[in-house]
């Protein structure tokens, strides 16, 4: 993992996406106890469901009514949560329903291949590679030098990506090649249904070229698990498959009968024609029009509530979409006219793509992107007259929430915990501590973050690693010794991490969504208390 930004120019155009129209239903109606907790609430309430559309910027399936999700109490942003996971199959996805909601919202889209103009009291966005985003709101009274308050998270989940080539035939059976991403537990994608999902480069009829972004809603491939009857010690000796040999996904029985015409030969050597003309379909495109896939697998599962009392969200990449989308609410919720009218800071939050890998990529953390972005808005705000110092003096004053999910205790392995740190669902953001550096919270980071927490009476907890056994890292040390930012690591604790479907608690979102927002509200006049250095 990088350990400093380097600072050298990228630049990525970026594209509007047309949207399509998919379907959610939200029932709303207060009760106690909740509605969403009593079975009977919906037979006997049929009458208030009420339908909304909303706008999608991807081409995908018809919309499926199971995958609809239901918005908890009055103030809480679960059902919306549920809603962008169950858009976000892909980090393309998941940052083109980023910018589609930050436009709705007000935010004014940029490009980095552009001249800003900027302005107090305005917001804006910008996306590179379609899964890294930027949005910033800049408070009414922002003087040049004063700091930027920053929520940080990943847009990338541990998932298998369809190889370059990916067609593979055994066995009679029509098979897709693909290589992991991240480290994820690969044992929990035998069984599941699954299906594809990413961008596509289509060949426009004026020999120019589209980025589209597609999702095959339907169960499309497999990974079979061996049965047991030839596998006799997989029970004893656990279950250790070859990642090469035994993680290939199953699409169709081969039929010398069933043939697709594809006349572009690299396409056709590359990959299966069924599976093109599957995309092309979904795309609404001729399969040789189709010039570049980029595509995942994904589990087909929506995410759901779940547990005997709803309490627990059930999905895939929870990690870290859920530390996303409730960065990227608490910042649109936070940045009205009227929050930002008595706001000396700039209100920004940064989605990097590639977190589980390592973060070097040009969309990544390790890249300078955030802090390319700081030093435009100074000088674009400061009218050709820049002061001694003023980039500098401003990330000095600035302060960055680096929000990546956290290891909430196990019930049958509590002992993986250090004794004392053992954090639990419905408790609050965990604040991550460890003297290696494998976080960058600092004493003076966690009591700054804590102490937003206190004045609204919002839980946190703590945790650090034992000291016998490893710890993982994330984009915090990196962007903390990219510029020399102060930087508090915290997460949601949850279950299952890095599985295909993951848990967490439905609480922990909502004071999730509350701590990123009072810290959007409240960290100026609690910095201004505190003078170190």
């Known amino acids: 993992m990088a350990a400093i930004a380097r600072f050298h120019i990228l630049q990525q155009s970026s594209s509007v996406l047309k949207p399509t129209a998919i379907s959610s239903k939200y029932p709303h109606q207060s009760s106690s106890p909740p509605f969403y907790c009593n079975p009977n609430f919906f037979r006997n309430n049929s009458h208030i469901r009420k339908l909304h559309f909303t706008p999608s910027l991807c081409a995908n399936s018809s919309p499926n ?18 809603d962008y996971l169950n858009e976000s199959w892909t980090q393309f996805h998941a940052t083109a329903e980023a910018k589609r909601q930050l436009v709705a919202a007000g935010f004014h889209l940029l490009s980095e291949n552009d001249e800003w103009e900027l302005k107090p009291g305005g917001r804006y966005i910008f996306t590179r590679n379609m899964s890294c985003l930027v949005a910033f709101a800049i408070g009414e009274k922002y003087s040049v030098g004063n700091g930027f308050h920053v929520i940080a998270a990943h847009t990338d ?15 009679n059976y029509l098979m897709v090649n693909v290589q992991t991403y991240g480290g994820g537990l690969w044992h929990t994608w035998f069984d599941r249904d699954l299906s594809v999902a990413g961008r596509v480069i289509v060949r426009n009829g004026d020999g120019s070229f589209l980025h589209k972004l597609v999702k095959v809603k339907r169960p499309l491939l497999r990974v079979p698990t061996l049965a047991i009857h030839l596998d006799r010690t997989v029970n004893k000796d656990g279950f250790k498959p070859n990642l090469e040999t035994h993680l290939n ?15 572009d030969k690299n396409n056709k050597d590359s990959h299966h024609p069924l599976l093109m003309q599957i995309l092309s379909d979904e795309l609404g495109c001729e399969i040789d029009d189709i010039a570049s896939i980029e595509l995942n697998i994904c589990d087909t599962q929506p995410s759901c509530l779940g547990g005997a009392n709803n ?10 979409l859920a530390s996303s989308f409730c960065a990227l609410k608490a910042l649109v919720d936070s940045s009205g006219p009227k929050d930002l009218s008595d706001e000396h800071a700039i209100r920004m939050v940064a989605l990097f793509d590639n977190e589980e890998v390592g973060s070097e990529s040009m969309q990544g953390a390790g890249a300078p992107t955030m802090f390319q972005a700081m030093r435009r808005i100074i000088d674009c705000l400061a009218n050709q007259c820049v002061r001694e110092g003023v980039f500098e003096r401003a990330i000095r004053q600035s302060f960055l929430v680096s929000a990546d999910m956290a290891h909430g205790v196990h019930p049958n ?23 290696n550096q494998r976080y960058a919270t600092s004493g003076i980071t966690a009591f700054l973050f804590k102490e937003v927490a206190k004045i609204h009476s919002l839980p946190t907890q703590d945790f650090v690693v034992r000291n016998d056994m490893g710890c993982g890292s994330t984009i915090g040390p990196i962007l903390a010794s990219g510029i020399g930012i102060r930087t508090v690591d915290c997460g949601i604790p949850q279950l299952s991490m890095h599985s295909v479907r993951e848990i967490c608690g439905k609480e922990d979102i909502d004071i999730a969504y509350n701590h990123f927002k009072a810290f959007y509200q409240t960290f100026s006049s609690v910095d201004r208390k505190l003078n170190v250095d």
């Open 249 to 263: 996904p199953l699409l169709a029985t081969k039929h010398d009968d069933a043939s697709v015409d594809i006349k």
């Open 311 to 320: 309490e627990f969200i059930f999905s895939g990449r929870l990690d870290n």
């Open 157 to 171: 989940s541990p998932c298998l990506k369809l190889k370059p080539k990916s067609a593979l035939s055994k066995s």
């Open 413 to 435: 392995f509590m002992e993986k915990h250090e004794e004392h740190h053992r954090p639990e669902l419905h408790k609050g953001l965990v604040i991550k501590h460890n003297a």
């Open 65 to 82: 009514p199971e995958n609809s999700s239901a918005s908890g109490p009055s103030g809480s942003i679960v059902g919306d949560l549920l």
